[in-house]
Structures are given as C-alpha cells and as structure tokens.
C-alpha cells in the first residue's frame, strides 16, 4: 500500500521520495488498461469521454488530478444572469428561473474542462443539502446557482471555511430556518430554533455516533456511544441565533425584511448572513464539552467562530467526511483501511494542515483500493450520473446552446432526481442505506442509491432512456432563431452507429465500449448482439424507394443496442 505522504504529494514529489527514477514512478502511475482509465473518470468526473481517457492514459492518474486542481472553476451563477439578461431582452416581463440552472448544471457536467470540480462540488451539494423543493429556496434560482458556485468554489479549499460558508449562506438559513433566529423570550416562552444547530453536527460534521479513526463505531461495553445529546442542540442553538440578511444596516427592518428605508441588497439571498447583536441570545453557551467564553457571549460572530471552530475539531469529523465523499466518488462500501487513510489525510495534509479538500480528494481517489474490483466494490449509479454518462459517452449538440435537460424530478417519465431538489435534509438516499431483502443486505453492505429504487423508477429509467434515444434529451423547442425543429434540445448524431448496424456484433460491442470501456461482458455483448440482429433489416429495392424503411431499421438496431446496455446491471453498478 502506498505511503499517506505519496497519496497527497505531487507527482514530483512522489517521484524523489520514492528513490526511483521519473520514468519508473510515471509508468506506475499510469493506468493499465483504458478500462482502468475509464473507470477511474467515472469516480472522478461525471463520465468518461475517448479524449479524457486518451488524456489520463498519457498523463497518469497524479497529473490528471493535479491538472484539474489548476482548472478554474466555470460559474453557474454567470450562466444564469447572462441567461436572465437575455430573457429579458425579448420580454421585460419575464426572467430566468430554476430551468436556467439545470442548464447551466448539465452544460457543465456534460461538456465542461473542470470535471473534478464540479463533481466533488456534486458530491458536497448531497452533504451539504438545500433543496428548491423549499418555495424559499425555488423561488432565488439565482441564489441556487450561487449555491454551486460555493460549493465549488470550496471543494478544492478549506473543510473549517466550507462550514462557515454553508452556516452563513441565507438559502441554508431558509431551509434549515436560523435565518432571522432571535434569542430566547421568557415573556412568550420563544426559544432559539433548533433546526441547523443539529443537522449542523449530526449531517455536516461530527454525525451521531462517536467514531474510531476508521469509521467504526466507538464502543463503551460492546454499545455505540452517542456524539452528541440534547444539551449540545440547545446549547449550540444559542449561537446560530442574530444572523440575517445582509443589509445596509443592523435595524429591525434589516433583520426582517432584508431593507433598509426601502433599499435591499439584489446580492442579498447569497451574500454571507450578517450579524445582528440585538437579536442574538447572551445566554451561556455550552455544547460539546466546550463552553463560549463570557467575554464572547454577546458576540455573535465570536460564538460562531468558537462553535465552528469546535465543530471542524472534533475528532469525528474526518472519518464521518471521509466516509462519505468516498462513498459519493469510489464505492459505496469502503474498508476500514480505506477510511482511515483518508481520514488521516483530513486530520493532515501532510504539511500540518486540518481539513485539506483539495488533500482529501486527492487521497480518494489515488488510494490503492480505488482501483479495486469486486462485488464489494464500487456503488451503484445515481440518475443523474447515469444520464451525464452516457451523454458524454455519446455528446449531444444543443440545438440552442442553452442544454435545456429541465426538471427531472418524475420517477415514472424522467429521472426521479433533478440536482438540488432533494426530498428533504437527508437528501435523495441516506449513506447507511440497505435494501431491504437483497443481495447486498445479505452480505452485510449497504447500498445508499438503492433508496431511489422502486418499480415506478426501474421501469421510468428504461422508458425514459428509450424516449430520448428515439426523440432526443431535454426540452421540447418548437423553433429556434427563427427555424422550425419541434424536437427536443439535445440531439445525437448517430451515422457512424448506424454505419455498423448491418453487423450486430461490430455494432453491439462499439455501443458497449462507449459506455463500459472494456468491462463489458462477453455475455452481455452476446445476448446484445444476437437481440438485434432479429430486427430485420430489408434489401435495398430495384428503385431505392424503401431506403427510409432500411434507415429506420438500421436505426432500431442501434437504439436498441444502446438502451440494452444502458439497462444492464453492467451500466447501472459500477465494480
């Protein structure tokens, strides 16, 4: 197993540790195969594409990584507004809405250069969770896609900074309701609400209960202990108390309403809550074994950063993150081992520093058990991750440049998940979920995106796939610039598919390489292949005139074999 020091070091830097030669470390970092390429681009971008696996085979796994740490980050919040601003050209009384977010969503994560990024930022969008579900969250697209700019923005950054941004974010404040929290009043028997201060310890950073280094439960005479209690929610509850709006002043009227003599800050519903002392509670403040020092107690931006402070430093925290963000990237069951080496990079970069992302990210995904296969290993694909798969293994050109995918929230005739639109706190499946009567629960593993299965959503996936390869992706666009299409946004070409539809197995297993990339088996590429190869394709006549029903065969066959693939448990679980 590798050394912690070479997980997070540099390429070059692991080259001099290692006393060997640049061309021996280089060769050891680059993947063996173009299936192990591609299978490490699905944990760590939204899918792999030829070029990407082409670009990883000749720069190995470091500099792939450390190449996309360097990449800036695009801006779904520019996209909207330039979006709105266009809107509104055309006509004044209308404006960009959560639509324009899923296309600036599924632009990027389908076409975008900073893949890591976004999927990490993905990745922290389920842990950190708001969701539009919220009238108070739908109704600030703008703000939503600032949202995913911050988690962006930090995904490659400080855990301690990350904390503080989604603390003070004013959609976090909306959903989790410690926007306009006031302090207790014995007179009407208000207490501070109690909502983030404990889904801030027991989702965002320390969870329930008190883990070893690992990722195990601690034991006390053979039973899990508790991390936190009753005590520890009121007490920190005191302290997520005073903060609102950002505003030109710390009046009433600012900590209600956002404005100040009828002037509001447009920035307001994504600029970092300000600090309202009048509303902030000066009762003692204890939780977690740690009480705010008196000096600080009416201060609230001191409370906060004494509790953040206490939070990011709880020893919990880097198996509980670790834990899930490998589980969001590689496998939804990591050893113990796994854990822990993680862990201990969140516990030190290796230069001293705590909660190193960037670190962390890094350590996932160069760990020696990333790479390893097995029916204990990987995890299975979430919708959108399917979609965003096989939409980069085949890229689609958008008829308006604007990747109209919309809402995809319908199980039945979409996706059954649309990017943060999470049913609730707990997002759209829980990290220790197991399926109840399945394999996987038999063997003592836990399947976390199972939770979105059911009949509705196994048969909604293959219809939906079956429509889109038959229609196209996307919205429905009945002209564009002036040009009549009435089609769906989102088209492929398919001619060199269909170049091969006379040969079923040619074509079966070009189809199966796009979105497999050499793990298909031989199995499923023959049950594939001898499928459609009863989808009849008729002679070309004396005239030609049935050379539209030859087309639309050819075309049968290869949609066929591409929703045949996409519906195997092959696609849909990645080993």
């Not at 760590?44 to 450390?66: C, K, N, R």
């Not at 890094?362 to 296969?373: F, G, T």
Request: hydrophobic fraction near 45%.
């Amino acid at each position: 197993m590798l050394a912690l020091a070479a997980l997070v070091a540099p390429s070059a830097g692991a080259q001099v540790a290692s006393g060997k030669g640049p061309a021996a470390v280089r060769a050891a970092d680059l993947p063996a195969s173009r299936a192990d390429a591609a299978r490490f681009l699905t944990q760590a971008s939204f899918g792999p594409t030829s070029g990407e696996i082409d670009a990883l085979m000749a720069q190995g796994y470091s500099a792939w990584v450390d190449r996309q740490f360097t990449l800036p980050a695009a801006s779904h919040r520019a996209w909207w507004e330039a979006r709105d601003a266009a809107i509104r050209a055309v006509d004044p009384n209308a404006s960009a809405n959560q639509d324009q977010v899923w296309e600036s969503f599924w632009r990027q994560a389908t076409t975008g250069e900073d893949q890591l990024r976004q999927r990490v930022a993905f990745a922290l969008s389920q842990i950190f969770v708001i969701s539009a579900l919220d009238g108070n969250i739908g109704n600030q697209p703008r703000a939503m896609a600032a949202w995913l700019d911050m988690l962006g923005a930090r995904a490659f950054g400080s855990y301690r900074q990350l904390l503080e941004d989604v603390a003070l974010h004013p959609l976090m404040g909306f959903y989790l309701s410690h926007l306009r929290n006031q302090k207790a009043d014995p007179v009407n028997g208000r207490i501070p609400d109690q909502n983030f201060a404990r889904e801030s310890m027991q989702l965002f950073s320390i969870g329930v209960l008190r883990l070893n280094p690992d990722g195990t439960p601690l034991l006390v005479n053979g039973a899990p202990v508790e991390s936190y209690g009753s005590a520890d929610v009121a007490g920190l509850s005191h302290v997520f108390t005073g903060f609102s709006y950002a505003c030109g002043a710390t009046n009433n009227a600012c900590f209600f309403n956002g404005s100040t003599g009828g002037v509001s800050d447009p920035d307001r519903f994504f600029k970092p809550m300000k600090a309202y002392p009048q509303f902030h509670s000066t009762e003692a403040k204890s939780f977690l074994g740690v009480t705010i020092p008196q000096q600080a107690v009416a201060d609230p931006q001191a409370s906060l950063r004494i509790a953040l402070d206490t939070l990011a430093a709880h020893p919990n925290v880097a198996p509980f993150m670790a834990r899930q963000l490998i589980q969001r990237l590689v496998t939804s069951n990591p050893s113990p081992q796994y854990v822990r080496d993680v862990a201990a990079v969140f516990d030190n970069n290796g230069a001293g520093q705590r909660g190193d992302l960037r670190a962390v990210v890094r350590a996932i995904l160069l760990h020696p058990q990333a790479q390893v296969s097995g029916n204990s290993a990987g995890k299975l694909r979430e919708p959108v991750l399917r979609l965003s798969a096989y939409l980069r293994a085949f890229p689609h050109t958008s008829d308006t440049g604007f990747f109209r995918v919309g809402n995809t929230d319908s199980p039945t005739s979409s996706l059954g998940q649309t990017p943060l639109r999470a049913p609730s706190v707990f997002n759209f499946y829980r990290p220790g979920y197991v399926a109840p009567g399945s394999q996987s629960a038999a063997a003592g593993l836990v399947a976390p995106e199972m939770q979105l299965l059911n009949e509705s959503s196994v048969s909604g996936w293959v219809n939906t796939m079956r429509d889109n390869l038959n229609s196209g992706v996307g919205q429905f666009n009945n002209t564009v610039n002036g040009v009549a299409l009435n089609r769906r946004d989102l088209q492929r070409d398919w001619t060199a598919e269909m170049n091969l539809a006379t040969q079923p197995a040619v074509l079966t297993a070009s189809v199966a390489d796009k979105l497999l990339n050499g793990r298909a088996s031989a199995v499923l590429v023959n049950e594939i292949a001898t499928a459609i190869a009863k989808i009849t394709i008729p002679a070309l006549n004396a005239g030609g005139t049935n050379q539209a029903a030859i087309n639309t065969a050819k075309f049968n066959r290869v949609k066929s074999a591409v929703l045949l693939v996409l519906a195997s448990p092959e696609f849909l679980a990645t080993r």
